[in-house]
């Protein structure tokens, strides 16, 4: 069973400052009022946090989640006009990178709030450690020439 209560609190420092801001403003400016009214909520996170991307056990990149709380939930924010299954998509694979069963997709350039959860549908493999392929080597097999 998976616990609401964080979610519904995340949800609601979300409300409390498209209720203040509206929409119209960047991504990042959301992501630091949010930062200020979790903390106002007294609800521990963590922001910007790196996961490294692996393809066949190559590491291939890194992706940042633009929150995490408790090493179990993962936060996307958007300010688009409306979501698109783009957006969900990102979200979920979010899910799998992070290996976590729930998340939250939260857009505030909508005029009205739009927040979606995630579930994770399927599970990732054990983690590996990072090894990145050096693509710009010039004699990597992957390095474009």
Not at 96 to 112: E, M, P, Q, R, T
Not at 123 to 132: G, L
């Amino acid at each position: 069973m998976i616990d609401d209560e964080p979610t519904y609190k995340i949800i609601g420092c979300a409300m409390e400052v498209h209720n203040t801001l509206g929409n119209g403003f960047q991504e990042v400016i959301y992501q630091r009022c949010l930062a200020i009214e979790l903390q106002i909520a007294g609800i521990s996170f963590q922001r910007e946090v790196e996961q490294p991307i692996f393809y066949k056990g190559n590491g291939v990149g890194v992706r940042r989640a633009d929150f995490i709380f408790e090493d179990r939930l993962v936060l996307e924010l958007k300010a688009v006009i409306e979501l698109e299954d783009v957006h969900l998509a990102q979200a979920k694979n979010y899910l799998s990178a992070y290996n976590f069963d729930v998340g939250l997709l939260i857009n505030f350039g909508a005029k009205s709030l739009q927040h979606k959860r995630i579930f994770r549908t399927e599970k990732r493999a054990s983690k590996k450690s990072y090894n990145p392929i050096n693509l710009e080597n010039p004699d990597h097999p992957d390095a474009d020439n």
